[in-house]
């Protein structure tokens, strides 16, 4: 059974920052490529930042800088980490796992930033 776990959000004041995890199991997560996707009320999913089997990674330009995405190939994890957030970064954080035709999403996480 695939499962993907994610957790480490919460409420932060801007400037702040958080650290997410995605904890996954039932796939050969070595394999995929890995993102954290990111969803604000009345707006669209958008991807944040993603890593390959490779380490190869990508940002959005509104996270460059500040955001962190990194793996752990031996604790099946994948990780986001969150520096400087603004209140424009409040939403609902997501992992997915994409390898061939399989794509696999976790249920999120809330991250609010708020003074």
């Known amino acids: 059974q695939v499962q993907l776990v994610e957790s480490g959000g919460g409420l932060v004041q801007p400037g702040g920052s958080l650290r997410l995890s995605c904890a996954t199991s039932g796939f050969t997560f070595s394999n995929y490529y890995m993102t954290w996707y990111r969803q604000a009320p009345g707006k669209e999913r958008e991807l944040v930042a993603g890593?390959?089997?490779?380490?190869?990674?990508n940002y959005a330009d509104s996270v460059k800088g500040r955001f962190t995405i990194s793996r752990d190939d031996a604790k099946s994890t994948v990780y986001l980490q969150m520096n400087s957030l603004k209140l424009e970064d409040t939403a609902v954080y997501s992992c997915?796992?994409?390898?061939?035709?399989?794509?696999?999403w976790g249920q999120g996480t809330q991250v609010t930033v708020s003074s």
């Open positions: 997915n796992a994409k390898y061939l035709w399989k794509s696999y």
């Open positions: 890593i390959t089997n490779g380490r190869s990674t």
